[in-house]
């Protein structure tokens, strides 16, 4: 190493020569160093058994189905306001209210394709715009207000809460 710093590469640094125990693949092959791999021709009968294999369920370059996210926003955000806008009324005891509107409809949907497991993830933030008819005393009351959920994701729908 003192003349410039650089070891030999077949040598142990103290200049001694003996061959190292370990070399790079693309630097000279030693005796002690694998084979390089050798191409092997497919059969008819090893591409029938390719194509046999089950598919998996994420994309054709993800044939091991270990990560895969597909973005849903798009196709959930319609779906959801779709969805909500067609409940109908919800009768109560005194009346009954339905949404009017879907004023905000903000967030993320995906889809997660991990070790060949779909799995649905999504987080929203909603405001919805009710109206109804409540019945106080002998008196019927049209009402309108809104209806805001600050947080509404998969997993936490137990724990939903929403101002009114």
């Keep these: 190493m003192e003349n410039g710093g650089v070891e030999n590469a077949h040598g142990d640094g103290n200049g001694n020569g003996q061959a190292a125990s370990y070399t790079y693949w693309v630097r000279e092959m030693t005796a002690d160093a694998a084979p390089l791999p050798v191409p092997k021709e497919l059969t008819a009968q090893d591409i029938l058994s390719t194509q046999s294999q089950p598919t998996s369920l994420g994309s054709v370059w993800n044939k091991a189905g270990t990560w895969e996210e597909k973005n849903l926003n798009n196709w959930a955000t319609q779906r959801l306001k779709e969805l909500l806008k067609s ?44 109206k109804g008819e409540w019945h106080l005393r002998e008196e019927k009351k049209t009402v309108n207000g809104h209806i805001d959920i600050p947080e509404f994701s998969f997993g936490e729908l137990d724990d939903l809460q929403f101002l009114v």
Excluded: M, P, Q, W
């Design 87 to 130: 409940v109908g009324s919800l009768d109560l005891s005194c009346g009954k209210a339905e949404i009017s509107d879907v004023t905000k409809c903000v967030g993320d949907a995906f889809l997660v394709t991990v070790r060949n497991k779909k799995r649905v993830g999504y987080t929203y933030e909603l405001t919805l715009k009710i």
